[in-house]
DNA sequence: CTTGATTTGTAAAGTAATGAACAGTTACTT
DNA sequence: AAGTAACTGTTCATTACTTTACAAATCAAG
């Protein structure tokens, strides 16, 4: 692939996640993209529909590296795969602190519980063991909120604890209750 | 001027001062740098003739700039001129360390000495006053050998005092002899 | 010395990015 | 309400950068 595309779409990921954590999106205009990004206004829309577009597509993104680790972890237990999360979260802290901690941007958070509803239903069985009698739909949606509701609370509060620690205790309670 | 020059020139810029804190600068290639700076090697031949000649380029620039304040500087005492040197010094450090601490690139230390050898000579004054009677040369190489020896200690040494120290006493030094 | 592997410098054809211009919105100020 | 300032989305000709390829040079063992 042609580095240059790389590059600047790689410029324009880059400055929204900036701007956004010094002012609303909405406030952002196309302007500001190429300006921060050091881009010409024409070549955005060689890429993107629009800033909404952009986004969009930046979210996207880390959805399937997301869910792609889910299916590569899929022998591993849940404390080992919850890790990997982490371990990502960590890496992209600004861009998801920027998408769960503040109300940045409602969008992720729904794409987000979709994730986890959609891999979650691979996971469980309702037909033996602990959830047996138990409506599957129920506990997925159960479980997921939870999951992300923690770490929500992890993003708001700045990492109250190291990520391997979420990653152990997360992983643990998945375990009790998938 | 076309913003793809701009930051063609930037990466290169960047790429070789950071490969040089890595490795010798002869064994650092074309190839690296068109890795490093991630740009196209046949790119590079756009700009620059080879690898030397991107030093050169380098140090010429930043040469000029140096050059260029004391222009602007004429009419502040050598206490505030030098602090603007000092400043400069600060900002690009991974430079100027590279290029004067360890025996780097011996070329700039002449480019520099030539500088302040061409600067002084507009100064100095031995027609009157405390340096009558003293050979103009040989006052202007002597203060400028001094004053490349100081800069270089503090490279060297890696910043022993902060750059507002050494540029108020740097310039009293040059006060009390030119 | 010869072989094989890098590196170099150059060329060619194609493509993405550029700045400049445009009319059409939107959003403040007066 | 009118004016004006900023932003949007699009077009266009130009240009810098891209990949790929190739021959020459450099270099390191065998």
Chains 1, 2 share one sequence.
Not at 21 to 42: C, H, M, P, W, Y
Not at 74 to 98: C, G, H, P, Q, V
């Amino acid at each position: 692939m042609d580095r240059r595309i790389l590059k600047t779409q790689e410029a324009l990921k880059k400055a929204v996640i900036e701007l956004m954590s010094e002012k609303n999106f909405d406030d952002i205009t196309i302007q500001d993209l190429s300006d921060r990004a050091n881009v010409s206004r024409g070549t955005i829309y060689l890429h993107y529909l629009d800033k909404f577009d952009l986004l969009d597509n930046l979210i996207e993104e880390h959805i399937n590296v997301l869910r792609e680790m889910c299916r590569t972890a899929s022998e591993l237990d849940f404390i080992k795969a919850t890790l990997m999360w982490t371990e990502y979260f960590e890496r992209n802290y600004s861009f998801f602190s920027m998408m769960l901690a503040s109300k940045g941007a409602p969008y992720f958070r729904g794409r987000f519980l979709d994730l986890l509803i959609e891999e979650l239903t691979n996971e469980v069985d309702v037909t033996k063991g602990k959830n047996e009698r138990l409506n599957e739909d129920l506990l997925v949606r159960f479980v997921a909120s939870a999951y992300v509701g923690v770490v929500e609370w992890w993003f708001t509060n700045k990492k109250p604890v190291p990520h391997h620690v979420l990653a152990e205790q997360l992983g643990t309670l998945l375990e009790r209750n998938v």
